[in-house]
T-cell receptor, first 116, second 117 residues
Framework: NAGVTQTPKFQVLKTGQSMTLQCAQD?????MYWYRQDPGMGLRLIYY???????DKGEVPNGYNVSRLNKREFSLRLESAAPSQTSVYFC???????????????FGPGTRLTVL | GQQLNQSPQSMFIQEGEDVSMNCTSS?????WLWYKQDPGEGPVLLIA?????ELTSNGRLTAQFGITRKDSFLNISASIPSDVGIYFC?????????????????FGQGTILTVHP
């Protein structure tokens, strides 16, 4: 069980370039999430997918697009990278259930992105 | 949107000391969670609290869910070097869709903990 995996681990882009961050989970979870982490700001939700075939905007979606390719994979795309998108990006997944008092999100190791 | 204020922003302590950090919110959450992030890794869940007033322990960790559902604290007793990392509080709100309950997290800014041997 690898849990949540992310590729690449590091990436440097020039302003205006595009790229896709990949995320996969092997826990058969329905829900997947993309966050960005910036110093002093915690983790902020970019997009989430409650189930295969659905995606919704989070707190900071501007400049990003997502694709829920199948139940395992959830990708994040930057169409035209900007220096303000320099950040650490985390993917997470969780199993939603009406029987649990809380839904634990499991995080990947992160992608460190620098936009010059 | 909801805002969580976590304090302190950073702590520098000696091994063996106790640590306390807290989070406050302007609005109510169903659940409070505490995560730890080791350097270069993603956050990992430490403790989950889902009853107002609840006090929960996990080894050297103790956390409480405030009675107003707007705050929580985390205590670490007898700190050790491997406690180093960033600690995040997170509030979880549930919404229902198609008969299933979904929980979105709002994170605090994090507390950076440094433990000197």
């Amino acid at each position: 069980n690898a849990g949540v995996t992310q590729t690449p681990k590091f990436q440097v882009l020039k302003t205006g370039q595009s790229m896709t961050l990949q995320c996969a989970q092997d826990m058969n979870h329905n829900s997947m999430y993309w966050y960005r982490q910036d110093p002093g700001m915690g983790l902020r939700l970019i997009y989430y997918s409650a189930s295969e075939g659905t995606t919704d905007k989070g707190e900071v979606p501007n400049g990003y697009n997502v694709s829920r390719l199948n139940k395992r994979e959830f990708s994040l795309r930057l169409e035209s990278a900007a220096p303000s998108q320099t950040s650490v990006y985390f993917c997470a997944s969780s199993e939603e259930s009406p029987w649990r008092a809380y839904n634990e999100q499991f995080f990947g190791p992160g992608t460190r992105l620098t936009v010059l | 949107g909801q805002q969580l204020n976590q304090s302190p922003q950073s702590m520098f302590i000696q091994e063996g000391e106790d640590v306390s950090m807290n989070c406050t919110s302007s609005s109510i959450f169903n659940t409070w969670l505490w995560y730890k992030q080791d350097p270069g890794e993603g956050p990992v869940l430490l403790i989950a609290l889902y009853k107002a007033g609840e006090l929960t322990s996990n080894g050297r960790l103790t956390a409480q869910f405030g009675i107003t559902r707007k705050d929580s604290f985390l205590n670490i007793s007898a700190s050790i070097p491997s406690d180093v990392g960033i600690y995040f509080c997170a509030g979880q709100l549930f919404f229902n869709a198609g008969g299933t309950s979904y929980g979105k997290l709002t994170f605090g800014q994090g507390t950076i903990l440094t433990v000197h041997p």
